[in-house]
């Protein structure tokens, strides 16, 4: 099996479409996020406790792709 996000595969014949995978992920922060937040938007810089928040959702995304990923590779390889 080869998983491609290209319309073609040179040498190859594509045998089937699949759409995409995609997740949804949100997560609220506290009113003192939101505050340093609107000071680092007022005085420029880096929103470290958003940027925690963040990384936080994108593993968080990543754990449940990879977990359904593997469901479907099992279902394919039958």
Known sequence: MIVNTTNSI?????SRYNDPIAANVVIGT?????IGASYVDFFGGRSTSYEKKMQEM????NEMLFEYYSFIIQILKR
Request: without cysteine; proline residues 0%; negative net charge.
């Open 58 to 61: 994108y593993s968080s995304i």
């Open 30 to 34: 506290n009113i003192f996020s939101d």
């Open 10 to 14: 040179e040498g190859r014949e594509i």
